[in-house]
Nanobody
Framework: QVQLVESGGGLVQPGGSLRLSCAAS????????MGWYRQAPGKERELVAV???????NYSDSVKGRFTISRDNAKDMVYLQMNSLKPGDTAVYYC??????????????WGQGTQVTVSS
């Protein structure tokens, strides 16, 4: 079975930095897409950044220029370097992994989430 485990969340001051890591285990095949989503209280879950196995990347406009996503395909890991953090970045951050198979069959996995709090 596939399991995604996030780490690196915590409490930081505005302008600070955090690096989130997500480790995937139990997968025989690599994931087509891995990424990060976040959800703040009273808000809908939103995309932060996604990266494909071919290193194509999409960022939310709100984090462009501040966050950097990367992945290690051999290790099935994805990272999110977060710089210049703002209070508005406060949310639970979830790791996501997605794999496409034949005939439109897909597999979608989520981590348990890690809390990021940006506050003075």
């Amino acid at each position: 079975q596939v399991q995604l485990v996030e780490s690196g969340g915590g409490l930081v001051q505005p302008g600070g930095s955090l690096r989130l890591s997500c480790a995937a285990s139990g997968s025989i095949f690599s994931f087509n897409t891995m990424g990060w989503y976040r959800q703040a209280p009273g808000k809908e879950r939103e995309l932060v950044a996604v990266i494909t196995s071919g290193d194509r990347i999409n960022y939310s406009d709100s984090v462009k220029g501040r966050f950097t996503i990367s992945r290690d395909n051999a290790k099935d890991m994805v990272y999110l370097q977060m710089n210049s953090l703002k209070p508005g970045d406060t949310a639970v951050y979830y790791c996501n992994a997605h794999r496409e198979a034949y005939g439109g069959v897909y597999y979608n996995y989520w981590g348990q989430g890690t809390q990021v709090t940006v506050s003075s």
